[in-house]
């Protein structure tokens, strides 16, 4: 491969320093398995499954045949009082997948538009029970929720909420879970199961019967996979019930075997009332998400409207793409034939052991992880998310991709990653993390 002459001055990137990008580009051309090539040649181990999506590793012919076959049978179908049959099919395939009673999806094309759609979700359920006061919103403190206009109001990462404070919607944020004496556990944390509380305080404060739902990561992965205590989704489930409240899990990163299990949700024992889903549904070929609600949500709604209209307002252009529901049926067949959430359960152990390998390096002030997700939390630099920027960048030239956001590391190799492939990674982040001035 040669280098490709670019002009990069058109595209506006997201989540990006432009202005450092353009200066130093660092930049993918092609991808198999758990690698990635650049224009230039050089293979880049992919250490976050391209961002938290490929869990079935890159370029699977499966998923490649099936958009193919799609395309050329049916490229799009409205989903706006029309229909395609494979919509059905995936809807069907899903809730076989997810936690009981969780068997009535919406798609959209995002994690963000999931979010979106989930809050619009609880707000009608609300209103169809009698109870259109409860629109204010609980999150948590370091939690991601996407971008669009309601997942932004739910961030509990404030540089992501900081520019657009002015139109943000009502919502309340719990503590994040993680504290010092936290540090380097491996697996979810003895104690803390008590910060759950802070729901009934809200609770208390503002009034139960005001909130809607409470959103919360099983396991929140953007800031870097903080690990939850044994027991606070469970104390969530109970005061959520407690007080009428819709308890929704993100499972937009830990979705489709991250854990060991299909879902979070399965893997701690806690079934929420909606559920979102994204990236890992087609292995990120396609855009594509979902909202997962319990069968009488979708109900209350549909039932509460009489008149010849859409029971519930809301839906996009690419709702239920036939092209990308081909490729999420493609990429639940190989999650299947390939017995790839057994995979992760049993290579789990030998992930972590690796990861915690990585204790006593220089750059390293915490390790967290479960499942096939693991944080490397840097040792603070200058300025708060300077290090993580110049080492992921560093990482990259010594062929290594790994997701960084602020001064953390989040470390998800795909669910087909071996130990070849591990080892390799872990002598990468050794190189770059084992230096003792960056």
């Not at 359920?125 to 932004?152: C, D, I, M």
């Amino acid at each position: 491969m040669n280098q490709i002459p670019i002009n990069m001055k058109n595209h506006w990137m997201p989540f990006t320093n432009n202005k450092m990008f353009q200066k130093q580009p660092q930049m993918f051309q092609k991808a198999e398995g758990v690698r990635y090539w650049t224009p230039e040649g050089q293979e880049i181990l992919d250490g976050s499954s391209g961002l938290f999506t490929c869990a079935a590793g890159h370029g699977r012919k499966e998923i490649a045949e099936a958009v193919y076959k799609q395309l050329m049978e049916l490229d799009y179908s409205p989903h706006f009082q029309r229909a395609a049959p494979i919509s059905f099919e995936l809807a069907e395939a899903l809730s076989d997948l997810l936690p009981e009673g969780l068997d009535r999806i919406f798609f959209g094309s995002s994690g963000s538009e999931a979010v979106d759609s989930a809050m619009k979700i609880c707000l009608a359920y609300h209103k169809a029970k009698g109870e259109p006061q409860r629109t204010r919103f609980v999150s948590r403190s370091w939690g991601y929720h996407g971008v669009n206009l309601g997942g932004t109001s739910l961030a509990g990462m404030v540089g992501n909420r900081r520019d657009f404070s002015g139109v943000t919607c009502d919502v309340v944020h719990m503590r994040h879970t993680w504290n010092e004496d936290q540090r380097f556990t491996k697996g979810q944390p003895q104690d803390g199961a008590d910060l759950a509380d802070d729901l009934e305080e809200i609770c208390q404060t503002y009034g139960g019967e005001t909130i809607a739902a409470v959103f919360v990561e099983p396991i929140a992965g953007s800031i870097g996979t903080i690990v939850p205590p044994v027991g606070y989704l469970q104390r969530l489930r109970e005061l959520a019930d407690k007080y009428g409240i819709l308890l929704v899990f993100d499972e937009v990163i830990t979705g489709f075997g991250r854990t060991g299990s299909a879902f979070a949700a399965q893997e701690f024992g806690v079934i929420p009332d909606v559920m979102t889903m994204a990236k890992a549904l087609t292995n990120g070929a396609i855009p594509m998400s979902a909202v997962a609600v319990k069968t009488e949500i979708q109900a209350a709604v549909i039932d509460s409207i009489t008149a010849d209209r859409p029971e519930l307002m809301h839906g996009y252009t690419y709702s239920a793409h036939p092209v990308a529901c081909a490729a999420a049926l493609a990429t639940l067949g190989i999650y299947k034939n390939d017995g790839l959430f057994e995979k992760a359960a049993s290579f789990s152990p030998t992930f972590l052991d690796a990861v915690f390998s990585l204790r006593n390096l220089p750059q390293v002030s915490d390790l967290r992880g479960y499942g096939m997700m693991a944080g490397i939390q840097l040792t603070p630099g200058e300025t708060p998310g300077a290090k993580g920027s110049a080492v992921q960048r560093k990482l990259f030239d010594e062929g290594l991709h790994v997701k960084a956001t602020g001064d953390a590391l989040i470390f998800a190799p795909a669910l087909v990653t071996e130990e070849e492939d591990l080892s390799g990674m872990i002598d990468v982040l050794q190189k770059v993390l084992g230096q003792a001035d960056l």
